[in-house]
């Protein structure tokens, strides 16, 4: 192996050496950010035939080295040699081997004249297992067959056309009932045929069944909490614990030890999710990282982390209005994008990433693919940025970044209850004062935003217990029928509602999360896959077979509606004036462009006795009403309308 290129810097050496100080003020001096932001797009390792070249940024280091290995297992003293980079002006280093890499495993270690560190690299896209190693990689080798033709199924869409759907990879196979021969793998999403054992669809089939347009991957990066050299043993967990940003966790993959594999086996799954007309979104957490020891910060130390800033409660908030980092998080999503052929990102606790970078994020994708989604948590929280005056990401300047969309507590709260305070219930459970606030958030507002495409409309996630857990809590001593019919409320809410409906993965046959002890989860982070995994043979059961054809039912509906998914404001599309009692919401949605009716009318009907409700003139098809939802007429009326107890009832006038 030989260097390439000759250290052109003599460094500012007083510069150099503060940095080492706790005090990271350094970073933020302007001479600094001026010298030593760098903007080439070749950080990593890259390999051709002929040659392989390995650049770090790392302005701080006294100096830096290559290690190779044979393999990528961290306790494996198998080294086969390490070599001495050279640094250019920007703290770039590097150093060129005249062959082809591909395979081999290597890290950098940075030397600060006190102390040093060996770390992965930051921009590693393949690694060895558990994350240690870095290791070099022919990417193209690794793609499927037709991966060329291989491309997001809804592009051209907009987002409010998008139904999100999320899942987490091991609760989709983990239940025997799935039928899933790849229990928690990648590809356990390629598998089509599967059945539970009444010999109902699972897997991809039922996810490509309902109708819904995107898929939400829960953190499919590779994180740090599961032990990928024990494949056999009983271990699980979310992954919001990121350990390399640019590369598929190895326990979802057949063979974490082998780097190639899981990059293998991720783009199949993409390509398999393709297939079925579905586009994938990877959950991405760029607001703080597993540990402060993270491999970026062990060669530029500080510089990734807002010191002592804790607004994630992880200790480590991601300092993402440094220039560098911001460059990191904006390549990170362009690599995904490009080489994995990912169309959306939801972004954890983006109210803690600044404007700037998610703005910046926003317009390299549109390169790509305006089309790809953008969304994410904008909850304001307490954070410390490294700078003054730099806004984030939160709910309220969601209208600075661009087309970009924040989960939406408003409507989830008016709709079910808050989770934080059990004393304020939802319109669901029979807090008609959410009334004027479910009324806004139906018609695409709230207090931080007034247009749908703004907005995700759940009311339920990951996070927190599921739906139907949520409602069992919420009413202990009322009948599994009027319970459904509380969800089946709910969901006929979020699906008829202007913004971008999402839902929990099997929320549509009321997933359960259920202890060992019969107590119901409400943070199931690190929950074993009893309590996580997705229970196939429920779908056997009539009753939650009929929860299943509701919400189908519900995405046929909206899909054929475009009044239902404006990007604009739709405030002018509605009219409140019905006259109801004050457990009922009724409105009329009139046609706007493409609309196939002549006018959509929405009744939420919360209490427990039934109303009749008077309809503008004309005919009316009931299309949702009791346990059923659909496109196809249930019946047809005019002058008036029985909205049932507990349920939503929406008609549509004929177009003709
Ligand atoms: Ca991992």
Redo the contacts with the bound molecule.
């Keep these: 192996m030989e260097t390439g290129i000759s250290s052109t810097d003599g460094g500012n050496k007083d510069l150099l050496r503060n940095t080492l100080k706790a005090d990271t003020g350094l970073y933020e001096a302007e001479d600094f950010e001026k010298k030593y932001t760098y903007d080439g797009d070749d950080l990593g390792a890259y390999r051709t035939p002929e040659a392989t070249v390995f650049k770090v940024w790392a302005p701080t280091a006294k100096s830096v080295t290559l290690n190779l290995y044979e393999s990528g297992d961290p306790s494996a003293d198998d080294g086969t040699g390490t070599y001495d980079m050279s640094r250019d002006g920007s703290g770039v280093w590097s150093v060129r081997a005249d062959k082809d890499l591909a395979g081999v495993y290597y890290t950098y270690t940075a030397d600060f004249g006190d102390f040093a560190n060996e770390a992965c690299d930051p921009y590693a896209r393949a690694?060895g297992v558990?994350?240690k190693r870095a290791m070099v990689i022919d990417l193209d080798a690794t793609d499927p067959e037709g991966w060329e033709d291989d491309f997001n199924p809804n592009a051209g869409k907009n987002p409010t056309d998008a139904v999100i759907y999320e899942l987490h990879i091991r609760d989709l196979s983990a239940d025997l009932s799935s039928g899933i021969k790849n229990t928690g793998k990648f590809i356990g999403l390629t598998e089509t045929g599967t059945v539970n054992s009444g010999g109902i669809p699972t897997g991809l089939d039922h996810i490509a069944d309902m109708g819904i347009t995107h898929l939400q991957l829960t953190p499919v990066y590779?994180?740090?909490?599961?032990d990928?050299s024990k494949p056999d043993a009983p271990q699980y967990n979310w992954?919001y614990d990121p350990?390399?940003y640019n590369?598929p966790?190895?326990?979802y993959s057949t063979d974490?030890s082998d780097g190639a594999v899981r990059v293998r086996e991720f783009k199949q799954m993409v390509r398999a999710v393709h297939s079925r007309g579905i586009s994938v979104v990877m959950d991405v957490v760029y607001n703080h990282t597993y540990g402060t020891d993270y491999c970026f910060n062990m060669l530029v130390p500080g510089y990734f982390h807002r010191p002592g800033s804790n607004g994630s409660e992880c200790g480590n908030d991601v300092a993402s209005e440094r220039p560098m980092v911001r460059k990191f998080i904006v390549d990170s999503l362009v690599y995904w994008a490009k080489e994995y052929h990912i169309d959306g990102f939801r972004f954890d606790l983006v109210g803690l990433i600044d404007v700037e970078t998610i703005r910046q994020a926003r317009a390299e994708l549109d390169r790509i693919d305006p089309s790809i989604i953008l969304y994410g948590e904008g909850w304001d929280m307490k954070t410390i940025t490294v700078r003054k005056d730099v806004p984030l990401a939160v709910q309220k300047n969601v209208g600075r970044i661009g087309n970009f969309a924040m989960f939406n507590d408003t409507l989830r709260d008016a709709v079910k209850g808050s989770m934080f305070d059990e004393d304020q219930t939802g319109y669901i459970n029979g807090n008609y004062e959410m009334k004027k606030i479910l009324s806004d958030c139906v018609a695409g507002k709230t207090e931080w935003s007034s247009l749908p495409y703004q907005q995700i409309n759940y009311v339920s996630c990951h996070d927190n217990r599921t739906l139907w857990d949520e409602i069992t809590v919420m009413n202990p001593d009322m009948s599994f029928e009027d319970r459904v019919r509380k969800n089946l409320l709910a969901a006929a809410i979020v699906f008829t509602s202007q913004g971008i409906p999402f839902i929990f993965a099997g929320e549509e046959f009321l997933r359960s999360k259920e202890n060992a002890d019969g107590t119901l989860n409400e943070n199931s982070y690190n929950a074993p896959d009893s309590v996580n995994s997705i229970k196939w043979d429920d779908l056997s059961k009539k009753e939650y077979a009929d929860v299943c054809e509701y919400y189908k039912g519900l995405i046929a509906f909206r899909k054929a509606h475009p009044a239902l998914r404006r990007m604009e404001s739709a405030e002018d599309l509605y009219d409140f004036s019905v006259r109801t009692k004050r457990s009922v919401t009724a409105c009329r949605i009139a046609p706007c462009a493409g609309e196939p009716s002549d006018g959509i009318f929405v009744i939420y009907n919360a209490s427990d006795t039934e109303e009749k409700i008077k309809l503008p003139k004309g005919k009316w098809r009931i299309c949702v009403k009791g346990n059923r939802a659909g496109c196809e007429s249930l019946d047809e009326v005019s002058d008036s309308v029985t909205a049932e107890r507990m349920s939503a009832t929406v008609l549509v006038k004929s177009g003709v």
């Excluded at 590779?222 to 599961?226: E, I, N, Q, R, S």
């Design positions: 690694v558990n994350g590779d994180y740090a909490t599961v990928e992954g350990l390399n590369v966790e190895g326990s974490a």
